[in-house]
């Protein structure tokens, strides 16, 4: 059984590296070793020199030894495997994944599969039979639907040690400047990233409380991951936390508001309703008088605030329990 389990890692550990050998450019052991230990394959850096010596006599793969470290690449002339023959669709889609994902996705990975991110994009760039997944980034686009803002500068390497303990459920030390200018040393148990806007918030627990925090990453001024891990919190559900509010400054707490608004503005609640139980009812020509359960919020309050006189009669009653 041992035999087969080592034959089996064996053969899975040449796929991965077959599928991340590029063409065109060459690419080195020790780049393919990094992107396999990413990947969760541990391997020492000669033992991947070797298998891609084997592969390169087995496969029309190249490798330049005229200086070190030697390069691999597959040959213009190979089949190669399906997997490193990316299909324009599947350039695409990885196209768009890179841009969406890259703050939402662990570091790790993000390295691990930029050799997958290289190939699509010269796909898409150079393929003659890829023109209409080439024009497709530019006919779609994510708009903001307010004042769009800069980002804010993050602190080199923060992100990438973040992204790590959070993948790995380690431990983060890290060296915090709040709102007001004021510096602190915590150590937190990470459990979520969010991206609201330009700004990436991490939702952690500091130690010793129980309670969950969001801790903007530009202020983050030094991070560094523990090698102590922690068991992920059962009770800790990132989209239910999202759902009561709590990235609109907001505690959980749901309402009943009941509020008027002029006809002109109260038209796109009928298309995009404040909630699945909201009510629209005509108080004359001009005026709508709305409610719905929402849940209590600073975002909600300047939500209003911003339709000026257009909006009145506003209240919210506490919903009990909830």
Excluded at 15 to 43: M, N, Y
Excluded at 238 to 246: D, H, I, M, V, W
Aim: proline fraction near 4%; hydrophobic fraction near 35%; charge should be positive.
């Amino acid at each position: 059984m041992a035999r087969r389990s080592h034959t089996f890692e064996t053969t899975m550990l040449a796929l991965e590296l077959l599928s991340r050998i590029p063409r065109g450019s060459k690419v080195t052991a020790a780049r393919l070793h990094r992107q396999l230990a990413d990947a969760g394959f541990a391997r020492d850096k000669r033992s991947i020199e070797r298998l891609l010596d084997e592969l390169s006599q087995r496969f029309d793969i190249e490798r330049d030894d005229r200086s070190k470290p030697y390069g691999y690449r597959w040959l213009d002339h190979a089949k190669g495997l399906a997997v490193p023959r990316l299909s324009p669709q599947e350039s695409l889609l990885l196209r768009l994944a890179e841009e969406q994902l890259r703050h939402l996705l662990p570091t790790r990975l993000m390295r691990s599969m930029q050799d997958f991110f290289s190939q699509a994009r010269r796909n898409l760039g150079d393929g003659e039979h890829a023109t209409l997944e080439r024009e497709w980034p530019g006919k779609v686009r994510v708009v903001a639907d307010s004042l769009q803002l800069l980002p804010p500068q993050i602190q080199a390497g923060v992100f990438e040690t973040v992204s790590d303990a959070l993948y790995a459920n380690r431990w983060l030390r890290m060296e915090y400047r709040n709102a007001s200018g004021r510096r602190e040393k915590y150590e937190v148990m990470p459990l979520g990233l969010a991206q609201q806007g330009p700004r990436l918030y991490l939702i952690c627990r500091f130690k010793g409380h129980g309670d969950n925090r969001n801790l903007a990453l530009h202020r983050i001024l030094a991070a560094e991951a523990s090698t102590l891990g922690f068991d992920r919190p059962a009770d800790f559900d990132l989209k239910q936390y999202e759902e009561e509010g709590r990235f609109g400054f907001g505690h959980g707490q749901r309402v009943r508001l009941v509020f008027r608004i002029h006809g002109d503005y109260g038209a796109m609640l009928r298309e995009t309703p404040l909630s699945t139980d909201q009510k629209l009812k005509k108080i004359d020509d001009d005026w709508l008088q709305v409610s719905a359960t929402v849940v209590n919020s600073g975002h909600l309050d300047w939500w209003l605030r911003a339709f000026g006189d257009k909006v009145s009669h506003v209240s919210k009653r506490r919903i009990a329990g909830k």
